[in-house]
Nanobody, 125 residues
Framework: QVQLVESGGGLVQAGGSLRLSCVAS????????MGWFRQAPGREREFVAA????????NYADSVKGRFTISRDNAKNTVYLQMNSLKPEDTAVYFC??????????????????WGQGTQVTVSS
């Protein structure tokens, strides 16, 4: 079982930036594709970004393209989400997740089998 711990959330003004980190336990982190999701109050959890095992392939939700960047450092067992030009509608709890092996569907919640506890991001207008 992989343990995932997110950090880096906080309160920021619109237009500002934050970098989220997610540290994974275990020695096989480099074998996993990873993703970031978010969930705002009263809304379903939604896909934000994904990265393959090597970092050579990434995917983004249309709402964050050009503003957010996902990356990973396999030597540190860490995946990052750099968030720039933040908007109030980016306010949510952000979760990192490990993709289920063999799954090719990148954006679905059910494609991921381990989740962190989440970190709150609040963007004020």
């Amino acid at each position: 079982q992989v343990q995932l711990v997110e950090s880096g959330g906080g309160l920021v003004q619109a237009g500002g930036s934050l970098r989220l980190s997610c540290v994974a336990s275990g020695r096989t982190f480099s074998a996993y594709a990873m993703g970031w999701f978010r969930q705002a109050p009263g809304r379903e959890r939604e896909f934000v970004a994904a990265i393959n095992w090597s970092g050579g392939s990434t995917n983004y939700a249309d709402s964050v393209k050009g503003r957010f960047t996902i990356s990973r450092d396999n030597a540190k067992n860490t995946v990052y989400l750099q968030m720039n030009s933040l908007k109030p509608e980016d306010t949510a709890v952000y979760f990192c997740a490990k993709r289920r092996p063999g799954t090719t569907q990148v954006m679905g919640v059910m494609s991921y089998d381990s989740w962190g506890q989440g970190t709150q991001v609040t963007v004020s207008s």
